[in-house]
């Protein structure tokens, strides 16, 4: 029983590279979310999925975008990084409680 | 790497000393509080939850105050131990939304 698991830990990407960030749980767990987390910012919610099928913006989703591809994977892909998305990404699943990843540490030159 | 707890504010405390901190919520429609604990360089864990229906909740060493009048968030930590060392965020939800506060860093004086 892994929890929430996220790959990759960390990656270097160059301005206007892409990628996705992966988010895998096996709690059975129907809301999974996206946050980042900047020193002194707390978490930030940048999606959030409710449930398999359906997502949703929060509160940063500029330059993101997400896919539920079923109710244990749930997606975060960046199009074109930019380096205001430098930070450390954090997965997390619930139903009640969260339980988060260990987290992407993403830099972008 | 940069510190989860840069420019937060910072609780000092005695170990052994009781610590509070402290959480100002905005949704008054958020019905589920959640407190959890980051340490650096890992995820944040759970400590302790409270629906709306209840104004306060124990566990082991730690309590929760709910006060929906005004919107606020309370977490005490007893006999606060060097691992308790990290920062604390409050946590609400509503509409499956969970959202967070800016979070507080608590350094432990041995």
């Known amino acids: 029983n892994a929890g929430v698991t996220q790959t990759p830990k960390f990656q270097v990407l160059k301005t206007g590279q892409s990628m996705t960030l992966q988010c895998a749980q096996d709690?059975?767990?129907?809301?999974m979310y996206w946050y980042r987390q900047d020193p002194g910012m707390g978490l930030r919610l940048i999606y959030y999925?409710?449930?398999?099928?359906?997502?949703d913006k929060g509160e940063v989703p500029n330059g993101y975008n997400v896919s539920r591809l079923n109710k244990r994977e749930f997606s975060l892909r960046l199009e074109s990084a930019a380096p205001s998305q430098t930070s450390v990404y954090f997965c997390?699943?619930?139903?009640?409680?969260?339980?988060f990843g260990q987290g992407t540490r993403l830099t972008v030159v | 790497g940069e510190s989860v707890g840069l420019h937060l504010p910072t609780l000092s405390v005695q170990e052994g000393d009781n610590s509070i901190i402290n959480c100002a919520y905005s949704n008054s429609a958020s019905d589920y509080f959640i407190w959890y604990k980051q340490e650096s360089g890992k995820g944040p864990q759970f400590i302790i939850d409270i629906r709306s229906n209840m104004d306060k909740r124990q566990g082991q060493r730690v309590t929760v105050l709910l006060n929906k009048t005004v919107k606020h968030l309370s977490l005490q930590i007893a006999a606060t131990q060097p691992g308790d060392s990290a920062v604390y965020f409050c946590?609400?939800?509503?509409?499956?939304?969970?959202?967070f506060g800016k979070g507080n860093q608590v350094v432990v004086i041995p």
């Open positions: 946590a609400e939800t509503s509409d499956n939304r969970l959202a």
């Open positions: 997390a699943s619930s139903l009640g409680r969260a339980f």
């Open positions: 709690m059975n767990h129907n809301s």
């Open positions: 999925s409710a449930s398999e099928g359906t997502t």
